[in-house]
């Protein structure tokens, strides 16, 4: 059973930035995609970026292209989203999800792809 533990959120003024982390275990599989979801109230969960285990790719969602990278950290099995100038509009929760396969078996962003999800870490950005 794959458990996710994501921290790292917080309060932070537009402008600033956060590192998320999520911490993996539990992995039956040897590739994965591991993505970032966040949802904001009354909204839709949303795909924010992803990262394929198995050779590295990574996808960010084109609205936040520039500001949000996704990264990994293999021998630390820790997944993690780095924000930079953050916007009122980001504030949500943010989710860590896992999808065992192969590259090409889902498309990153649809949050119901996923079988594994964290408990979510709030991120609170005010103007």
């Known amino acids: 059973q794959v458990q996710l533990v994501e921290s790292g959120g917080g309060s932070v003024q537009a402008g600033g930035s956060l590192r998320l982390s999520c911490a993996a275990s539990?992995?039956?599989?040897?590739?994965?995609?591991m993505g970032w979801f966040r949802q904001a109230p009354g909204k839709e969960r949303e795909g924010v970026a992803a990262?394929?285990?198995?050779?590295?790719?990574?996808y960010v969602a084109d609205s936040e292209k520039g500001r949000f990278t996704i990264s990994q950290d293999n021998a630390k099995n820790t997944l993690y989203l780095q924000m930079n100038s953050l916007k009122p509009e980001d504030t949500a929760m943010y989710y860590c999800?896992?999808?065992?396969?192969?590259?090409?078996?889902?498309?990153?962003?649809?949050?119901?792809?996923?079988?594994?999800w964290g408990q979510g870490t709030q991120v609170t950005v005010s103007s």
């Open positions: 990262i394929y285990t198995g050779d590295g790719t990574t």
């Open positions: 999800a896992a999808r065992p396969g192969t590259k090409y078996d889902i498309i990153w962003y649809r949050w119901i792809e996923y079988n594994y």
């Open positions: 539990g992995y039956t599989s040897s590739s994965y995609f």
